[in-house]
């Protein structure tokens, strides 16, 4: 509500005490805040910490930044963490999602996880 209101200094303060408390979402939530004040190193930093405390969607969401940053094997092996994670939203919902891993592995994965070959009949 603070940030709504255009308090983002307060609602920054409010998110660090909620993440100090161990609220993967509120890092998730303060990474959106510093993403969206272009601090990208910031915002790929509090991504790690929420992955690592087990938020499952932060592996993607640095996924995505790494592949818009040009880093096609750092976001593959981000995208494969999201959804060794349990991330199953990153395989099928919601559109975006869907593009990145598209992008990745057009053809799929094999069970054994590495990408599908094309193939012709």
Do not use: C, F
Request: no cysteine; proline share 4%; aromatic share 4%.
């Amino acid at each position: 509500m603070r940030e709504e209101a255009g308090d983002r200094e307060s609602a920054e303060a409010l998110l660090r005490q909620a993440a100090d408390r161990g609220d993967t979402y509120a890092l998730s939530r303060l990474a959106v805040m510093r993403e969206r004040a272009g601090d990208r190193e910031g915002t790929e930093t509090l991504l790690q910490q929420a992955a690592a405390r087990g938020n499952i969607v932060a592996p993607y969401n640095l996924a995505e930044m790494r592949e818009e940053a040009g880093d096609r094997e750092g976001a593959e092996v981000l995208a494969r963490q999201a959804a060794d994670r349990g991330d199953t939203v990153a395989l099928h919902h919601p559109a975006q999602k869907q593009e990145l891993l598209t992008r990745l592995w057009p053809n799929g994965l094999d069970p054994d996880g590495k990408p599908t070959t094309s193939w012709q009949l």
